[in-house]
């Protein structure tokens, strides 16, 4: 099943708002999420609801459409709507992803969403073929076996006949010895600076001769440790 766009109307005359609202909601895939008569309500609209693709017409009251974009640091997609043509070289500036003119018809509508869905598959493709290059492993979770990025590692905790592992969305705990786990990772990244704690190298914010600080955890380097540890991220320190 398509994963739906979350979609915004920005534009001021009621009618196009109304034919773009009919055409998302004939779309099975698109869902509107709101129309807004002007930029400056869509600005705040913006901070409390994530959307995937804006109509934004241009000649909006207050705050032009391609102004308003200027103000966006990490816009959604963007699909321009105007009754005057003269504006499309600039418009293409801002990256947007079509631009329709007033009065628009359904098919033109249809065609300019098919090119977010191609985007959107292009972007799809990239991510799965990052992930499939990541090295991970699955681990024994409730009943269930959890696959894990192994940059995504902050952290791994002894728990005696168990560990509790600290990735950057979650915390897994799984019956492993934090040896035995060192031994089977042989991952350069994770180092051993505890008894009772492997620690990813790139994941450490600070560090003194007595901790290091992951995600604001302290975290103790143990005394038969702290030799190799402080050798080791001394080759990353500027004195």
């Known amino acids: 099943m398509q994963e739906q766009i979350k979609c915004l109307i920005i534009e001021d005359e ?29 600005s705040s609209f913006l901070k409390e609801q994530a959307v995937d693709l804006i109509f934004l017409d241009i000649h909006l009251p207050k705050l032009k459409g391609l102004d308003f974009l200027k103000t966006l640091i990490h816009p959604p997609k963007v699909i321009l709507t105007t009754a005057y043509h003269q504006y499309a070289l600039q418009a293409y500036e801002h990256n947007v992803v079509d631009y329709l003119l007033k009065p628009i018809d359904f098919e033109r509508f249809l065609q300019a969403v098919q090119k977010v869905d191609v985007q959107n598959k292009k972007v799809d493709r990239v991510e799965e073929t990052k992930n499939a290059q990541r090295p991970f492993r699955f681990f024994r979770v409730d009943k269930r ?24 969305k979650d915390r897994l705990v799984t019956k492993f010895q934090i040896g035995e786990l060192e031994t089977e990772l042989k991952d350069p990244n994770l180092i051993r600076i505890h008894r009772s704690f492997l620690v990813a190298k790139d994941k450490i914010e600070a560090y003194s001769t007595t901790t290091v600080e992951v995600n604001g955890q302290q975290i103790p380097i143990g005394r038969t440790y702290r030799e190799g540890v402080i050798k080791i991220l001394s080759n990353y320190t500027f004195d």
């Open 14 to 42: 009621p009618l196009a708002a109304e034919v773009l609202s009919d055409y998302i909601n004939d779309v099975p895939h698109l869902a509107l999420m709101g129309i807004c008569e002007d930029a400056i309500y869509a």
């Open 145 to 168: 076996n959890v696959k894990v990025f192994l940059d995504e590692i902050r952290y791994v905790e002894s728990l005696k006949e168990y560990v509790r592992i600290h990735t950057t």
